[in-house]
C-alpha cells in the first residue's frame, strides 16, 4: 500500500491519507519480527543444547513463539489463559499433523497417511481460532473441512515428493 493523500476541499490543503500511516507499519510489522525472532531462539536451544528432535523442537518452538506473541501489540481481546490454551491446542495439532504420517505410511498410501491426519486436526485448530477470533464464526464448518482437505491434499503431494527423494 502506498501513502496517497487526498485533497481536502474544506481547508484546501492535503489532510487524508490512505493507507498505513508510519507508526501503523511498525505495528503490524513488531508481532512477525517479534514471533520470529523468538521462534528461532527457542528452536536452536531446543535443537543444539537439548537435541530435541526436529518436529517436535519445530512445533514446541512455534507454539512458545506463539504464546509470546500475545504480549506483543496489539494485544488480542481474549484473557492470556484463552490465548494460551488455543495456542497450546493448535501446537500439540501441529505437531501430530507432522509426526502421524512418519507412523501411518507403513499401513496406507503415504497421500493419505499425510491428508488424514490434517483434515482431522484441523477441527481443534478451528475451535481454537474461534475463541480468539469470534469474527471467524462467519466461515461455515464445510468451508473450513473443504480448505484443509485441500491443505491435506496439498501436504499429502509434499510428503509423496519426499519419500520418493528418500
Do not use: H
Not at 31 to 48: D, H, Q, S, W
Amino acid at each position: 500500500m502506498t501513502n496517497e493523500t487526498t485533497p481536502d476541499t474544506v481547508t484546501g490543503g492535503e489532510a487524508k491519507t490512505k493507507g498505513l500511516s508510519e507508526a501503523t507499519w511498525a505495528v503490524v510489522l513488531a508481532k512477525p519480527l517479534a514471533y520470529g525472532m523468538t521462534f528461532t531462539i527457542i528452536n536452536l536451544v531446543l535443537r543444539n543444547g537439548f537435541r530435541v528432535p526436529f518436529i517436535l523442537s519445530m512445533t514446541a518452538s512455534c507454539t512458545l513463539a506463539m504464546i509470546f506473541a500475545y504480549w506483543v501489540p496489539p494485544k488480542p481481546r481474549v484473557s492470556f489463559l484463552s490465548y494460551s490454551a488455543a495456542m497450546v491446542l493448535a501446537g500439540v495439532s501441529l505437531f501430530f499433523a507432522f509426526a502421524l504420517p512418519w507412523e501411518l505410511r507403513q499401513f496406507m498410501p503415504i497421500q493419505l497417511a499425510a491428508a488424514l491426519p490434517v483434515t482431522v486436526l484441523s477441527l481443534p485448530v478451528r475451535y481454537a481460532l474461534l475463541k480468539l477470533i469470534p469474527e471467524a464464526r462467519r466461515v461455515s464448518l464445510t468451508k473450513w473441512l473443504l480448505a484443509s482437505f485441500i491443505f491435506a491434499v496439498l501436504l499429502s503431494c509434499e510428503a509423496a515428493f519426499l519419500f520418493e527423494a528418500r
